[in-house]
């Protein structure tokens, strides 16, 4: 919530979150400095969810906990009901993306002058190679300056949800860096958080977070 306005100074007219899953807790501080939300996932089921929730369907998931929260660090936990029609009025389309495909999205795109993904790139990618290359896709998608927001976990090579687990490739806060750099970014700014709780290693073997913001540059580089 700090990287966008008035904390970070990321505002804009469109947002793009790649690879949202059923949430949208990522989009709470954004919706109040962007103009219109394009969310996205791979899977049709979590699509519904978020169409659900758009929806006001009765089975939609419950995400007033985060609204509250959200709305207490920005200062006022009163307006969470008014954050949440204001994110289901931004939010204008919920689309299928793919990290793997040639083109992320499958329809035209305007361009955008931000794109967030929350833990979302290692799963899909096997290999650094690939984290790089859907790096470059994603920067096509911005308008020269435009930012580029990931957040994730750091050196984790599995997960479990339930019953399932999850590969994920596993970076250090340095490959982050220089992914960034070799597909074309400047980066503003990357934070890292240690993982503090270490027992329940059997559900995930991370260290820690990291935030990553960076920008599209404004202008091609001739060499
Ligand atoms: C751990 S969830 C994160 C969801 C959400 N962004 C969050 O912060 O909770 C990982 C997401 O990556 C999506 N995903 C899996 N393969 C993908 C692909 N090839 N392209 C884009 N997203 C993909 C999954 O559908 C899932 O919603």
Not at 120 to 127: F, H, K, M, Y
Request: hydrophobic residues 35%.
């Amino acid at each position: 919530y700090t990287v966008f306005y008035p904390l970070g100074g990321v505002k804009g007219d469109i947002l793009i979150d790649f690879g949202a899953g059923p949430t949208i807790y990522q989009l709470l501080s954004a919706c109040e400095v962007f103009n219109s939300i394009i969310t996205s996932d791979f899977l049709e089921q979590n699509r519904e969810q978020l169409e659900k929730w758009l929806k006001k369907d009765p089975a939609a998931l419950d995400w007033t906990h985060f609204t509250k929260y959200v709305c207490e660090l920005e200062g006022n936990r009163d307006t969470w009901e008014k954050k949440e029609e204001t994110l289901r009025r931004k939010i204008t389309k919920v689309l299928k993306c793919d990290a793997l495909a040639e083109k992320p999205f499958d329809v035209p795109m305007p361009a955008a002058d931000c794109l967030i993904s929350c833990l979302c790139l290692e799963s899909p990618c096997q290999d650094l190679e690939a984290y790089i290359n859907i790096l470059k896709k994603l920067k096509e998608l911005l308008k020269p300056g435009g930012h580029i927001i990931i957040q994730s976990i750091l050196n984790c090579s599995y997960y479990h949800i339930g019953n399932s687990c999850f590969p994920h490739l596993s970076l250090s806060k340095d490959d982050v860096e220089k992914s960034f750099k070799e597909a074309g970014y400047e980066i503003v700014n990357i934070k890292v958080l240690q993982r503090s709780v270490i027992s329940e290693m059997e559900k995930s073997d991370s260290n820690g977070y990291y935030s990553i913001h960076a920008r599209k540059p404004q202008r091609v580089r001739l060499h």
